[in-house]
């Protein structure tokens, strides 16, 4: 989503008003946490707590693509208002 700076969807988004976060899932071959499925949804619950908790104006959204947008079908993201994958 955010490869290259003249072709950054995430920067896009931020242009448009939105508040944007992006999961860095880090080196996942060197986090146990993450050599699971448990812990990849783990990982991305703990996100969008975090994020509830942060607060902030409008609804809170995700996108995910590829493994994320996998993993967010997965998780069970109650506080999330919509998704995108």
Do not use: H, I, K
């Not at 880090?26 to 619950?45: F, I």
């Not at 509830?52 to 967010?72: E, I, N, S």
Request: net charge negative; hydrophobic share 45%.
């Amino acid at each position: 989503l955010d490869l290259l700076p003249e072709r950054s969807f995430a920067r896009w988004l931020a242009g448009q008003g939105c508040e944007v976060f992006v999961l860095d899932w880090g080196m996942p071959v060197n986090d146990p946490g993450l050599q699971t499925l448990d812990g990849l949804l783990r990982r991305v619950q703990d996100a969008v707590s975090f994020l509830v908790r942060r607060g902030g104006d409008g609804d809170l959204c995700a996108l995910g693509y590829c493994m994320g947008g996998t993993l967010l079908a997965l998780a069970e993201l109650r506080d999330v208002a919509g998704l995108v994958f």
